[in-house]
């Protein structure tokens, strides 16, 4: 039974009675099932496995839909955020089952779209959101991976060194908005600590003009990026 179904027998509430700064319990159990099973499935699609993206998608289908009845009366912009989600999920999945990776990858990823706007509208905020920053904020210092950047060039550098403050800065932030279960947790940490220990590395490797020693770095933090967005995102 698809969402928008189901949704037919919730109450809506007026929008104005539904503005809030934190998640309801209900709603939590709903965000962190999807996120937990689409990093898993992301994962999956990211290296070729399939079958076991399908099965780890149908899961993911399968928690959500048991999870709707309990979140109770709801607004409509929740519920049509609600219902593209699923949407997403569906035409992820039936991709899939057509050999369709590109589709079915994309289809994922944007399944968190509608509901990251709905959070928007009501001042929600988590703190896999920061992750995604840092993902942003680091795919702009990413580009200098691609081969070993020409350090001989001062706007090179200059690139360089401002898109490494920044990634600095999201990763500090990050740190800082994380609960403090999460905070304290050693793979966190590692990867945290790690991650801003490379980052303050840079300074030294443009200093030099070592395109080597940065492109190294740069290895290094994609690493990290990866694993905090896979684990944590």
């Known amino acids: 039974m698809r969402v928008r179904t189901l949704a037919l027998a919730f109450v809506f509430l007026p929008i104005a009675t539904a503005l809030a700064v934190e998640l309801t319990p209900a709603q939590r159990t709903l965000f962190d099932g999807l996120s937990a099973h689409r990093r898993v499935a992301l994962a999956y699609l990211r290296t070729g496995?399939?079958?076991?993206?399908?099965?780890?998608?149908?899961?993911?289908?399968?928690?959500?839909?048991?999870?709707?009845?309990?979140?109770?009366?709801?607004?409509?912009?929740?519920?049509?955020?609600?219902a593209e989600a699923e949407e997403n999920l569906e035409g992820s999945l039936s991709a899939?089952?057509?050999?369709?990776?590109?589709?079915?990858?994309?289809?994922l990823e944007r399944a968190t779209a509608p509901l990251k706007e709905w959070r928007d509208s009501v001042g929600i905020r988590l703190f896999s959101d920061c992750i995604t920053e840092l993902s942003q904020a680091y795919g702009r210092l990413d580009l200098y991976r691609v081969r070993v950047p020409d350090l001989g060039n001062p706007s090179t550098r200059d690139a360089v060194l401002?898109?490494?403050?920044?990634?600095?800065?999201?990763?500090?932030?990050c740190d800082e908005e994380a609960t403090s279960q999460t905070?304290?947790?050693?793979?966190?940490?590692?990867?945290?600590?790690?991650?801003?220990?490379?980052?303050?590395?840079?300074?030294e490797a443009l200093l030099q003009r070592d395109g080597n020693y940065l492109h190294r770095l740069l290895i290094e933090q994609?690493?990290?990026?990866?694993?905090l967005a896979f684990r944590f995102g």
Do not use: C, Y
């Open 49 to 82: 496995n399939t079958d076991l993206a399908a099965v780890e998608i149908e899961l993911l289908i399968e928690r959500w839909r048991a999870n709707l009845p309990g979140l109770g009366p709801i607004e409509r912009s929740f519920q049509r955020s609600l």
């Open 96 to 107: 899939l089952e057509k050999n369709n990776l590109d589709q079915a990858r994309a289809l």
């Open 162 to 173: 401002t898109a490494s403050l920044g990634t600095e800065g999201t990763v500090m932030r």
């Open 183 to 203: 905070r304290t947790h050693p793979e966190f940490r590692r990867l945290i600590d790690g991650m801003l220990n490379s980052l303050r590395q840079m300074p």
């Open 222 to 227: 994609r690493s990290f990026e990866q694993l």
